[in-house]
Nanobody, 121 residues
Framework: QIELVESGGGLVQTGGSLRLSCAAS????????MGWFRQAPGKEREVVAA????????YYADSVKGRFTISRDNAKNTVYLQMNSLKPEDTAVYYC??????????????WGQGTQVTVSS
């Protein structure tokens, strides 16, 4: 069992930056791909970014390419999402997720509780 805890959310103005962290406990993330998702009010959850265990492969949604960067520190069992040039449409609850996969997965097995990101215009 893996427990994921997100942190780093908050209120920021348009154009600002935030860095989200996702700390895992319960077992090592070795062999696990990690993803960041978000869900805005009234909208479906969508994938934002994902990264393989080796960090050799990453995925970004078109809406965040060039603005967000996913990274991981396997020694710390932590995954990060650096968010720059934030826009009001980035406002959502952000979740991290884990899946035992060597490639970017379609499904994830473990989810965090989420952290709120609000971008004011």
């Amino acid at each position: 069992q893996i427990e994921l805890v997100e942190s780093g959310g908050g209120l920021v103005q348009t154009g600002g930056s935030l860095r989200l962290s996702c700390a895992a406990s319960g077992r090592t993330l070795r062999g696990y791909a990690m993803g960041w998702f978000r869900q805005a009010p009234g909208k479906e959850r969508e994938v934002v970014a994902a990264i393989t265990w080796s960090a050799r492969r990453t995925y970004y949604a078109d809406s965040v390419k060039g603005r967000f960067t996913i990274s991981r520190d396997n020694a710390k069992n932590t995954v990060y999402l650096q968010m720059n040039s934030l826009k009001p449409e980035d406002t959502a609850v952000y979740y991290c997720a884990a899946a035992p996969s060597v490639v970017i997965p379609q499904e994830y097995d473990y989810w965090g509780q989420g952290t709120q990101v609000t971008v004011s215009s």
